[in-house]
């Protein structure tokens, strides 16, 4: 992901936040954007604990106080805005230390102008630079999943042609920020052509397209690289590329790709798919288990429709990832 600044040392021990040793300290956070998908950002002020640090607004929860109702005290006392609808974000796991349950919330709609209103900078930030400043380091899992959408295309050109394939891909990403991943049995000339033909096509609509592949073959043709589960059992080191993705069917796979540094996998199968009918499903308690394990965002894929986005972030994935489920002669789109 680039260079990075580093990161001021902050111990355990003055991260927590618990004056309870009967419970974590509940504290809520929020997630706010602007038309342009920024992310509104705080840098912790002076005399409290991890000043210089940023994070995302919000605070502790108070006895008797529900999370959401914190979330409204917290955001008027610190930004002096009036939060109406907001959802949690169950997939949205910071790496808290013992002591905190930090949870986070998206916040739909505010009434107001937000102000530093203690005195702390605040900035909107695109979620492709929010790595680059130091962050409180338990958020950094969180700024991972900031930068992917909860829809991962798979493309379908064999099948689909390609007039129909582009079709069906510009009405998608007329209607959510995409990530495509280009996986097509070509040669990698004919994918590296292909995929930067994509890339100029998702380009205007904020989408990006990867490529399935060796990376060795097919670095730098597009804005990143999907490693099949056989080449993420071969390789050590994560490819240099901007956004790397990997293929897992179980527990150990996804372990390997969160120790190379992947910024996501994609799990499968979730439920019984047309494409690989003897593979058994997880299911979503299965898949909910395995995606607990790691702080990496995982898609869930495998007889996935866009309806299942909710499901998914219930069960702890970002997204759903989806071939036929949009590409396919029965699909439902456009993505809402
Ligand atoms: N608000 C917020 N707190 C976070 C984040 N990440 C994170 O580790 N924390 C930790 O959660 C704890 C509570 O947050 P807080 O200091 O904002 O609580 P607060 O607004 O109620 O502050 P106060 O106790 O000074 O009134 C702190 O230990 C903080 O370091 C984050 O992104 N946002
Ligand atoms: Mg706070």
Excluded at 55 to 60: L, S
Excluded at 181 to 196: F, G, H, I, N, T
């Amino acid at each position: 992901m680039g260079g990075r600044l580093c990161i001021p040392a902050i111990s355990p021990t003055t991260m927590s936040a618990s004056t309870d040793p009967t419970g974590p300290e509940r504290v809520v956070a929020a997630i706010i954007r602007d038309g342009d998908g920024r992310v509104l950002v705080a840098r912790r002020p002076e005399g409290k604990v991890g000043a210089g640090f940023w994070e995302f607004p919000g605070g502790k929860v108070d006895p008797g106080e529900s999370q959401s109702e914190a979330l409204r005290r917290e955001l008027h006392e610190e930004l002096d805005i009036a939060v109406g609808a907001c959802t949690f974000l169950p997939h949205y796991r910071a790496a808290t230390p013992p002591g905190i349950d930090l949870a986070f919330w998206r916040v739909d709609a505010y009434e107001g102008v937000a102000r530093g209103r203690e005195g702390q900078e605040i900035r909107w930030c695109p979620p492709d630079t929010l790595p680059d400043l130091p962050f409180l380091p338990a958020d950094r899992p969180i700024l991972a999943r900031l930068r992917l959408p909860s829809f991962y295309l798979i493309s379908d050109v064999d099948h689909l042609g390609e007039a129909l394939f582009e079709e069906r891909l510009a009405q998608a990403a007329a209607r959510d920020a995409l990530l495509l991943q280009l996986r097509e049995p070509w040669p990698a000339s004919r994918l590296r052509a292909y995929a930067q033909h994509l890339r100029a096509l998702l380009a205007p609509y904020g989408g990006r397209c990867i490529v399935n592949g060796d990376p060795n073959e097919l670095m730098g043709c597009a804005d990143g690289i999907h490693l099949p589960a056989s080449h993420l059992a071969r390789i050590d080191a994560r490819p240099a590329a901007t956004l790397v993705g990997a293929s897992c069917h179980d527990a150990g796979e996804l372990r390997r790709a969160a120790a190379i540094g992947c910024d996501f996998a994609v799990l499968s199968p979730v439920k019984l798919t047309p494409s690989h009918p003897d593979a058994a499903p997880l299911g979503w308690a299965r898949f909910r288990e395995l995606a607990a394990e790691v702080l990496l965002p995982v898609y869930a894929l495998g007889g996935m429709t866009i309806a299942d986005r909710v499901s998914a972030e219930t069960h702890l994935a970002q997204g759903v990832a989806l071939r036929s489920g949009v590409f396919g002669k029965d699909a439902d789109l456009p993505v809402p």
